[in-house]
């Protein structure tokens, strides 16, 4: 298939990009570069680079006719989003509504029908229930989670009035590396790459969020899916919908470990010592995102191949030492 991969120079984007590029998919990156790196595009990718924000570029980029688009491009830091919500609601929201505009005028003579969308656990605020299932509630706790939610519901009426094949895959906690692909943010916020950073003596320490949570040792539980996994499901989830319909699926593994569990198995991995700190919760944070991925599992026939968070940790590591300055 012709393919267009938005954020394809990010994290996630670059490794589904890559996949797509095995598969034997006609893969374009397009990307900003303010988040991604070029030399994470894959060989074999044409790149494009462009903002979703140019509304006219993107039905230019579109009219070239692609039969899917897997549409990673957006801001993803919930700190930052509390403190600039208008940059989030206009990259995120804005930038997946010139998208949708530039699929729609072209995908009337040509093709560009099928939509993955990039989505988050962030949408649930603070569930209820754990493991999540698909129908708990949607209340984001932050405009990050707010931004995606409302490109979710978006999404969801576009498809239905035009006849798009559109998926959601809401992610939980992304980890690990791809060979030479890995995780590269600036600044770094999440919880892996900061504790082999530590273990690297890139950081004198990492501080534990929140001790006081009501988890079996207090700290925070996450559910992480190794990005390969993950990269996975979008091969899948861009055949799932017919015309006119919008899926949703939550991609986890489905248990879950805390923050002291990955600190722990951070130090058994890497055979360093890592110094962990003990420090106030941090804003927003939720005591438990674990996912119920039985609906894809189900409907779509995926399954991890690598839930050992100690291969996550361990790829991540390995990535970390070929790239000590990342890209
Ligand atoms: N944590 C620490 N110390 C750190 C960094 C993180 O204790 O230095 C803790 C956090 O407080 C949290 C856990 O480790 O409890 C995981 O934190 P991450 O930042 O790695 O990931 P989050 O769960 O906060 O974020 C992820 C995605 C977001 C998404 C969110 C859904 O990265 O995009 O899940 O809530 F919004």
Not at 309 to 323: C, F, P, Q, T, Y
């Amino acid at each position: 298939m012709k393919l267009l991969v938005t954020g394809g120079a990010g994290y996630v984007g670059s490794v589904v990009a890559k996949q797509l590029v095995l598969a034997g998919h006609e893969v374009t990156v397009f990307d900003d570069l303010s988040k991604g790196h070029r030399r994470a595009v894959p060989e074999g990718a044409r790149f494009v680079r462009g903002t979703l924000l140019d509304g006219e570029a993107v039905r230019r980029l579109l009219r070239e006719g692609y039969e899917g688009v897997l549409h990673f491009a957006a801001l993803s830091l919930v700190g930052e989003s509390v403190e600039r919500p208008e940059l989030y609601y206009r990259n995120n929201v804005l930038g997946t509504l010139n998208l949708l505009d530039a699929m729609v005028e072209s995908g009337t003579d040509r093709s560009a029908k099928r939509l993955v969308f990039s989505s988050t656990a962030a949408v649930y605020g603070e569930p209820e229930v754990v493991p999540i299932p698909e129908s708990a509630p949607t209340e984001p706790t932050n405009p990050y989670g707010a931004s995606k939610l409302a490109c979710d519901r978006m999404i969801g009426d576009v498809a239905r009035a035009h006849g798009l094949a559109a998926t959601s895959l809401r992610y939980f906690n992304v980890a690990g590396a791809s060979g030479e692909l890995g995780e590269d943010h600036d600044p770094e916020t999440h919880l892996i790459p900061l504790v082999l950073a530590a273990a690297l003596g890139k950081r004198d320490a990492i501080s534990i969020f929140g001790t006081d949570y009501s988890t079996p040792d207090g700290t925070a539980v996450r559910d992480y899916i190794h990005i390969e996994d993950l990269g996975r499901a979008h091969a899948l989830a861009l055949d799932a919908a017919e015309a006119g319909e919008h899926r949703v699926y939550n991609l986890g593994n489905g248990s879950g470990f805390s923050v002291r569990e990955v600190i722990e198995a951070a130090r058994a991995v890497t055979g360093r010592k890592i110094e962990a700190v003990e420090a106030p919760r941090r804003a927003g944070d939720p005591p438990e995102l674990v996912a119920s991925s039985e609906r894809i599992r189900d409907e779509l026939g995926w399954k991890p191949e690598k839930p050992l968070l100690e291969d996550m940790i361990s790829d991540a590591w390995n990535w970390m030492l070929s790239r000590p300055d990342g890209y």
